[in-house]
């Protein structure tokens, strides 16, 4: 398996843009998280998904973040509009069920700049 | 919630040497300690894990201690390799939460 995929590995955008970064869990994962990591905040939960179904979304930060997955091996986290303090490295993880989530599978990232 | 503190927030260790990172946990529930390491320009990596059943898990040069009572663990590396630099992130979760908290991170470098 190529692991947890996620695109693009660089992103660079003006306020007030859209921003769309994708992922692709591993194969059988059930579990698919979104976590942000600045230098200031460490790594951040945004949101995660079981089987598809968002879970728990209280760590997205506002309105201007929404994250879909339409199918098991497919999932977005979009921000509208972008604004310089989203600049970021944006990871994908998924993991198995039977693990309860615990066991990570972390993506390369998207390194997300917004000027 | 869960809040967890990691401490150094850097290390520099003479390549053969010992590294210890340690890290406290708030949550009496937790009972799931990963820690992950992450080389530059990748995600975080888990290397070693341990439940709450247990004191101490070793893999190679890798062990994890748990301290229930004090609400800390560690990770200990012992003959450090250049290749064991990296940012290493500690984690707590509550079994059934699916949610890892993690720690701040500390940055090793191991010195040739």
């Known amino acids: 398996d190529a692991g947890v995929i996620q695109s693009p590995r660089h992103e660079v955008t003006e306020m007030g843009q859209e921003v769309t970064l994708r992922c692709k869990p591993i194969s059988g994962h059930d579990y698919l998280f979104w976590y942000r990591q600045t230098m200031m905040r460490g790594l951040e939960l945004l949101i995660y998904f079981n089987n598809n179904v968002p879970i728990d979304d209280s760590g997205m930060p506002e309105d201007r973040f929404s994250a879909k997955m339409p199918n098991a091996s497919f999932s977005t986290l979009k921000i509208q509009p972008s604004e310089p303090r989203d600049s970021a490295v944006y990871f994908c993880?998924?993991?198995?069920?039977?693990?309860?989530?615990?066991?990570?599978?972390f993506g390369s990232g998207t390194q997300l700049s917004v000027l | 919630g869960e809040n967890v503190e990691q401490h150094p927030s850097t290390l520099s260790v003479q390549e053969g040497d010992s590294a210890v990172i340690k890290c406290t946990y708030s949550?009496?529930?937790?009972?799931?300690f990963p820690w992950y390491k992450q080389e530059l320009g990748k995600g975080p990596q888990l290397i070693i894990d341990?439940?709450?059943?247990?004191g101490e898990k070793k893999d190679q040069r890798i062990a994890v201690t748990l301290n229930k009572t004090a609400k800390h663990f560690s990770l200990h590396i012992t003959e450090t390799q250049p290749e064991d630099s990296a940012v290493y992130f500690c984690a707590a979760s509550i079994k059934g939460a699916q949610k890892l908290v993690f720690g701040q991170g500390t940055r090793l470098t191991i010195n040739p």
């Open positions: 949550d009496s529930a937790s009972n799931y």
């Open positions: 993880a998924s993991s198995l069920t039977g693990t309860g989530g615990e066991k990570l599978f």
């Open positions: 341990i439940r709450s059943n247990v």
